[in-house]
């Protein structure tokens, strides 16, 4: 009997010792720290009779993230699997929507493959967790820039990929057609969102009292709205449009013409790298640009081959190593417009007019056209 | 060396199984000590890591969010924390109302298993089988959007006898509301649970004088109503008016609005612990031999006294453990709420963490709440099994 004791007591250990060793083991950036120590960069400036760039500092964390990806082989994004056009299981099993294929965007920039990247749906709940403790490498799903969430959750947003508003939907026969109409009624929100806290500011200096039904997720907020339980049912506008057209009966439902809040959608990284973030600010970017210079993932090899604008040269790494810099590979751009598209081929395959989910581009556009899409000089 | 000489010398303390018993208690303490600071420092420098640091703090700070079922004035100018205090006198709520009725309901249960009507034993015996052989989860969402939610929309609403309306968003009951003689009401009421508590003393006293068995619980029950009911008519103003719910607008109003949420909660909860109670229930009445119920019936007791004064005392003793655990799994299982939108602590607790960050600050509070509130609930059942264990001479 004590002989077993014994052997129990040390299994014990051994186990325990094993899952402290695995406790530590998610963190192998913080090792990658102390071993690094200051690594002093010098930089060979191409341009002839420059005088050499001074050395850079790196700061601790610099990189970890790129590392990381390319050793272990894939990109993983963190994105949402109920809301079509935004991030959603299609029919085939297969992620869709515009967060996606940024994703898909990103993994082309990396290792010029865009199917290196692994989709792990999250919460909204759980979606900030997941980045903090770098269970994912970067988070793109319909996420709200905020000051708060810039901050203190541990995250820097990138670039917006959608300008959004938050809007309401009702029941097409309620005959609501104000936010005033909602007095004494009741409005179904999804928890964990800016949403909820928006619906609590908006309705409160209106002075309009309402009750408020708050689910876990998208599909149980809109199956609680589906069967009646509230009167109306909050969201961004571009996930009312979007599931809208996964209700029993879209037609029966409009959506409010008041818009609640300024969203700007975008993805999220941890704080700490700086290089990772400069990375998916400027896939963002190239997207833009693609757009802006007119290159589609069809016309992309023809204009390589026949480019002669500077700017257009540069952007595809025909000329000058700005994909060097970033840590990438000098077509990171051409990658990501000859693999994914631009950012109108994304909208338009996404949420555009032959979509079930079509909303009208908007704050969405180029600012050549009105819009709020502004890519810096690629230089 | 003889013999003699060695059994006196002393054993060497490595060797003395005495103290290497207790090396090895202070060992292994040292040893679990060790690994949770090692968790703890790898926790700490990971939040270090991303610039996050551990405080209470935030609880300070406004909530700006909303919540639908209050049991004291809350809004959006609200701190966090009495977001919390929302949540928790909600589970609260769900517990106390779950537990009563699911023992109402698993007695009833227990004793129409072992009735010898062949119906009302089949049926029992069908129903523990199936709801006992269901997950709690996918229950209550059939409780929620299968049966609450499947009600009719406010214009059409059901209206029952006694004025109860049933629609999908809530079910709306006839409720009280004091008026300025309530708080003598509240005075009279409470003399009459004192002369209740009398009444029960003495018929117990009596009983145990004469060796006869008088009803005592029936008996200052009904002395506590009957006091209630005087005082009810003797004071000049009904001391509460009945609030009837009406439709009204978009939504109920008046008597007491019983959302679905809570509905599909408490009733979920109550009809599956009720399941498990009932076979608590059974086991213990099957636990006493059949012998007692014989001699019982031997010496002239009849059915309802053998069961309340022979068989229900001693099948106590079998009942209450596992009672107690049926108990802590409902409150425990009540955090399930979040999956049918029931604002109870768990959930209240998700939402802070989600507008906040704090993660690790709410996940242990949550945790300590739940611990606090089981620990709670078993004192008070071991201090009443403690009462009733057999006492043995």
Redesign the interface.
Known sequence: MRKIFVVL?LFT?FV?AL??CG??A??P??ET?TVKETVVVTVEVPVAGSPAAPAVVAPA?YGVTLETVKARGNLICGVNSQVPGFGYVDADGNFAGIDVDYCRALAAAIFGDASKVEFRPVT??ER??AL??GEIDILSRNTTWSL??DT???GNFVHTTFYDGQGMMVPADSGLTTLED?????ICVQ???TT??N???VM?SLGVS???????DAD?TF??YA???C?AVTTDKSGLVSRRSVLPDPSAHVIMDVTMSKEPLGPMV???DDQWFDIAQWTVFAMFAGEEFDITSANVDDVKANATAPEVRRLLGLEGDLGLKLGLTNDFAYNIIKLVGNYEEVYNRNLGPDTPTYIPRGLNSLYTEGGLLYAPPFR | MSRDEQQKTTIPFWRDERILRFLGQIVFVLFVLFVGALIYQNMKAGLAKQGITLSYSFFNGVSGFDIAETAFPYDRNSTYWQAFLVGLANTLSVGVVGIVFATILGVILGVARLSTNFIINRLAAFYLELIRNLSLLVFLIFWYLGVFLKLPRVKEAIIWPGDIILTNRGVGIPWGIPTASFPTFRLILIFGLILAVIVFFALRAYGQRTGRAPLTLLWSILTFILVGLLGWIILPEKPLTLDLPLVKGLNLSGGKILSPEFMALTSGLVLYTAAFIGEVVRAGIQSVSKGQVEASRALGLNAFQTLRLVVFPQALRVIIPPLTSQYLNLVKNSSLAIAVGYPDVFYVSNTIQNQTGRAVEMISLVMVTYLAISLFTSLLMNWYNQRIKLVER
């Open positions: 007591t250990a325990l899952a402290a406790g530590a998610p963190a950036s913080g720290v964390g909204a709940a900030f967790t903090q403790s708060v969430r203190e959750l541990g909602l007095e004494g009624g009741t928890t964990g969102t909820e806290l619906l609590s500011d409160a309402y009750t408020p039904a708050v689910f876990e149980a199956a609680a069967e009646g339980r009167d941890r704080h700490g």
